[in-house]
Structure formats: structure tokens, C-alpha cells
């Protein structure tokens, strides 16, 4: 982890300030200089920040070193606090990819179970029969809510003896809390002690609901029985309604104000299961919350490779959508669609980064960095919670699977890491290049 500023932000009657310094400068000069791949560089953003500091983030975004995850403080503070103290919430950093963890007060466990929303929604659609949409939606969100439990109640157990089998007393003692209540970090004894289950396709799950609800419930086009045969056969023989519902019916990220309410009002409902009645965060095995996340994980293309076609028209044994991005075979006819509708969630329901991935066709310097601070700039305003950027050109791509030698300075974003393109797989690099022609 290299911090890009410093995150001990300063309060003066009551109003946090930023730290933009020399040391923010050296440090992503160095980056610049040097073109580093695998060493992620989070940087902490906000409105209050300069442009200047946007600036610099863009210059290094243009030149191809895709390694910034950028975190917005007026969102992601905010989210803390709903689950702790300001000035714990203050001190976040990321603990991985995009995950963010409590300097010195949190042991947060995550990345390790991973939920497919899709498939769970596809079990309704193949038991449910419910006669009107909003019975079918929540029939949906107590299914997802069913399995979400029953996850919880197995980490639970086996967290409970995190302890006993793998105790951490060193660690134990640099962190706040431990020494305090003489509790190992594994037991509970840090100030927080979060799990954070992901969740994957939120735009697939978001498209696919929408479909239904138009296409069974207002169109009455077919019914649900009718619907499930569909996705389990892949649109066989029904190529031209799959193009239908691709083409015919609104999907998120695509500027469509009614299906982004549609989603934010989906993603508030989905993080409410995480909480009691008294809004009150549900409790792991180390006596911590319970909290939402959407990691961007490769997870999204092994999870989709297992899943049978989608109601919102993707085909079986596709990539699943990522974080809050829109789905992948979605055109995207512009970067400020998907900033139009990330403005409609609320991000302060999910504790954990949602990160948004933004894809752009590689720019020179005099066009790509205005450009990209000014996206930064319009993710802020908007309420975005995480950024990243990936800024490819798909015949250079295609290229370097040819000629591998003659491209390996080609760095790409494949999830929360980024890596030299030639040196993934066949299948990542697919996957990579339909982004870059999407």
C-alpha cells in the first residue's frame, strides 16, 4: 500500500481540510517516472481537493500506467460514520483491491465468499408465481436476503474459532482495542471487527429484474414460466427477442433516469437486509457488522462463466457486470451516461467500496488528461464512491496476442490490480479486449 497524500485530515471548526503537499506531488511524480504496475496507488479524492490534483492523476491515467484506485471522501467518510466514530471513519484506507479497512481499529475479513445475485434471482424465476411485480420483487429480495443469511450463520461458526486455530498476538498488539480489552484481534478484541460479504452483478440483477417487470407484468409479453424455459435454453431459436430486450428495453448506465431510480432504489433494499429492524447492523462471529460490498474481483467473469442466460439478454456462461459498472455486453455510448446514473445511488448504504470502472479508448496527452479530470471531477459531484479507469485501444490489443515481444508495455486494468497485457491469459485478455471494443 502507497498512500498518495496523507490521510490524517486535519478539522478546523468542524470543516475537514485536505493535504495536497509536495510529498502528494513526489509521489506521483515518482509514479510517473517510473511507470510502476503492480504497486496500487490509492488517492483519496474529494471536492474540496485542487484541480491540480486531478490533473496529475489524469497525466498518469493518459500515459497508460492503470494503477490509481480512487476513493471519494465525501462519500465514503459518511458511510463509516453510519457504522462508527467520524474520526476512525476519517483514517480509511484500502486493504486490497478496493476494500477499505479502519487504520489501527479494524480487522475487516472480506474477499473470500461471494455471493451471484444473478442465480439466486433465476431460482425465483424458475419457483415464483406471483402475480403482480412488486410480489415478484420480493420474493426476490427475500430469497437474496435467505442466502445472505444462511452465509452468515456459517462464518459465524467458523469465525468464532478464527481464534483457536490461528491466533495473531503480534499483530494483535500495534492495533487499538486489543491491548485495551485483552482480546486477540481474530476474537473480536480491535474496535471493529467487520465481514464484508460481495456481492456480484448489480447490474445484471438490476437489468434483469427491470426486464421482467416490462416485459412479464406491463407488456405481458409471455409469463414467468415462459421467461425461465428462455434463459435456460440461452435465447435458442429466440435470437431476435434477446435482441429486443438488449436493444428495446432500458438498462442501466445507459442515462435512463427511470431504470437508474430503478437500481438505486434495488441497491438501498438490498443493503437494508444487512440490517435489524432498528436499523442496526447484524453481527458477525467477533461480536462486529455485517456489511454490504460490491468488490470488483475477477469473481464477476468465474461467477458469470457458471451462470445460464439472463433475463436482461445475456447469454449463459457470460461475464456477470461488475462493481456498479453496467454490464458488460451493454453499449455505452458515453462515460457521463454511467456518471448519470451512479448519481441516483445512494453510496452511503455500502460501508465497503462500489467501485466504478470507466473504459476509454486510449487519448493523447492534450485531449486524455482535460478529459479525465473532468470525469473525476463530474464522479465527485455525482456521489461516486470508487474509480477506476481503464483507457484501451482494441487494435494494439489484438496486436500484442499476436506479437507479444513487441507489446510488453502495454499495462491494463483487469479488476482491482493491473498487469502487463501479454502476460495474462487467454481468457483475460478476451476478456479485456471486449471492453476495449464494447
Not at 412488486?134 to 420474493?139: I, P
Not at 480491535?190 to 434483469?208: E, H, I, P
Not at 425461465?228 to 428495453?249: A, F, G, P, W
Not at 470488483?296 to 456498479?324: M, N, Q
Request: with cysteine.
Amino acid at each position: 500500500y502507497v498512500p498518495a497524500y496523507n490521510h490524517a485530515v486535519k478539522t478546523v471548526n468542524n470543516r475537514r481540510k485536505v493535504c495536497f503537499n509536495t510529498v502528494t506531488k513526489a509521489l506521483l511524480k515518482a509514479v510517473r517516472k517510473n511507470a510502476y504496475v503492480n504497486t496500487k496507488i490509492n488517492c483519496r479524492v474529494s471536492s474540496r481537493h485542487p484541480r491540480e490534483f486531478f490533473e496529475m492523476l489524469a497525466d498518469i491515467q493518459t500515459a497508460n500506467i492503470p494503477i490509481l484506485a480512487i476513493q471519494n471522501d465525501d462519500v465514503i467518510i459518511p458511510a463509516r460514520v453510519k457504522c462508527g466514530e467520524e474520526n476512525d471513519a476519517r483514517l480509511y484506507v484500502s486493504g486490497g483491491c478496493h476494500e477499505i479497512v479502519l487504520q489501527n481499529t479494524e480487522v475487516n475479513t472480506r474477499a473470500d465468499t461471494w455471493i451471484n445475485l444473478s442465480r439466486i434471482l433465476l431460482d425465483v424465476l424458475d419457483f415464483c408465481k406471483a402475480e403482480n411485480f412488486d410480489a415478484f420483487y420480493n420474493e426476490t429480495l427475500a430469497s437474496i436476503k435467505k442466502y445472505i443469511f444462511k452465509i452468515m450463520e456459517m462464518k459465524n461458526h467458523y469465525e468464532r474459532s478464527w481464534c483457536e486455530i490461528d491466533p495473531l498476538p503480534l499483530y494483535s498488539s500495534t492495533m487499538t482495542g486489543c491491548l485495551e480489552n485483552a482480546l486477540d484481534a481474530t476474537n473480536g478484541g480491535t474496535k471493529y471487527a467487520s465481514t464484508s460479504l460481495s456481492l456480484v452483478g448489480a447490474a445484471t440483477l438490476t437489468d434483469s429484474l427491470y426486464a421482467i417487470k416490462t416485459l412479464v407484468y406491463e407488456q405481458k409479453k409471455f409469463d414467468l414460466k415462459r421467461f425461465s424455459t428462455l434463459c435456460k435454453n440461452n435465447y435458442s431459436d429466440n435470437e431476435s427477442l434477446r435482441q429486443y430486450i438488449i436493444n428495446r428495453i432500458p438498462k442501466y448506465g445507459t442515462g435512463n433516469r427511470e431504470v437508474d431510480l430503478f437500481a438505486a432504489e434495488l441497491l438501498h433494499n438490498i443493503s437494508m437486509i444487512y440490517r435489524d429492524k432498528d436499523g442496526n447492523l447484524f453481527k458477525n462471529g467477533r461480536d462486529g457488522n455485517y456489511l454490504p460490498a460490491f468488490h470488483p474481483h475477477e469473481i464477476f467473469r468465474t461467477l458469470g462463466y457458471k451462470t445460464a442466460a439472463t433475463p436482461d439478454g445475456r447469454r449463459a456462461f457470460s461475464p456477470l457486470s461488475r462493481g456498479c459498472s453496467p454490464s458488460e455486453f451493454i453499449e455505452v455510448r458515453s462515460p457521463l451516461n454511467i456518471l448519470k446514473s451512479i448519481s441516483e445511488i445512494d453510496f452511503t448504504d455500502y460501508a465497503d467500496s462500489f467501485c466504478t470502472e470507466i473504459t476509454l479508448q486510449r487519448m493523447s496527452p492534450d485531449i486524455g488528461i482535460p478529459t479525465i479530470t473532468a470525469l473525476i471531477e463530474t464522479f465527485i459531484a455525482n456521489g461516486g464512491s470508487s474509480l477506476q479507469f481503464n483507457l484501451l485501444d482494441s487494435e494494439k490489443l489484438i496486436e500484442a496476442q499476436k506479437d507479444p515481444d513487441k507489446h510488453r508495455d502495454i499495462c491494463v486494468r483487469v479488476c482491482g490490480y493491473s498487469a502487463v497485457f501479454v502476460t495474462l491469459d487467454k481468457e483475460q485478455q478476451a476478456e479485456v479486449i471486449s471492453r476495449a471494443i464494447r
